[in-house]
């Protein structure tokens, strides 16, 4: 099964696990964009984690992925949202080394942002980007900003993308080696596992001497939140004068998204209809 998350728990211990493959999702990012190998190897994990912390959380708004760094990668963003939709995308410049953080960001830090929905407070953690890989950097991250021991496995090329994530929850281990053999257990998990075997076997291969819980799989999928409505309430905002000079200069406004590479055109018969009377609209001004 491609495009899947699968939950589990150990039973009778405070241990979940997760585990995501990425394929048609992974190829709608792709299509829209032209990264080196490097980044997109970068950008394919940031998915399939930005997935997997999602689904660790009990909410119904959207967890945003964020890396920012003075090197040859200077940004790398992930939406995931509770309904299990991702998109993403990575600004780079020049060659991109194949490996080690630092190489590839530079001076960079960690940003993960979520947003509950409902009018909720949103929540932010920035830490240093740290560590060899972006999993070590996340590990990291969960350790000292959620005190949370956290696990993670990932992987990316051209075709897929996916991982695994194990983490202790708070409570009292019955079995002392519990979370030490799930740790060993799940480190031995391979590339072509994720990649090619169903969720369910990646799983029975890895804890087969375990009493595991799983859940339904739950489909994945790319989806961009960027509509034309929510560009015209942008336009809107910049005010009648500012669009009429962008238009009589330019001919028309052209946006486009970053997301999904889609284009919206204004000309200067729809500029005049956004400030037509009864034409306000309260949704956000922002196009992301």
Known sequence: MSDTLQRFLFENTPIRGELIQLDATWQAVLERHDYPPAVAALLGESMAA??????????????????????????????????????????????????????????????????????????????????????????????????????????????RAGGLLLQRLPGELADTDAWNRAETLGA????????????????????HEEDLRLFEPEPVSFRCSCTRER???????????????????QGAIEVACEFCNHHYRFDAVDAAGLFAPGNNSDASPTLH
């Open 188 to 207: 031995t998990v391979t590339r072509d596992e994720v990649f090619t075997l169903a969720p369910r076997d990646v799983i029975r291969r890895l804890f």
């Open 50 to 159: 930005a997935a997997l912390l999602a689904a660790s959380i009990k909410f119904d708004g959207m967890l945003t992925l964020q890396v920012q760094g003075d090197g040859p990668v200077s940004m790398l963003v992930v939406e995931a949202t509770a309904k299990r939709t991702l998109r993403g995308l990575a600004h780079w410049r020049g060659g991109v080394p194949e490996s080690g953080l630092a190489a590839q960001f530079g001076s960079g830090r960690l940003v993960i942002t979520i947003d509950p929905g409902q009018g909720m407070d949103r929540y932010q953690g920035i830490v240093a980007l740290e560590g060899e890989s972006l999993a070590g950097a996340l590990e990291g991250y969960l350790a000292r900003s959620e005190q949370l021991q956290t696990r993670l496995w990932l992987s990316a090329d051209g075709s």
């Open 231 to 249: 560009v015209a309430n942008m336009l809107r905002g910049l005010g009648p004068d500012e669009v009429e000079s962008i238009i009589e200069e």
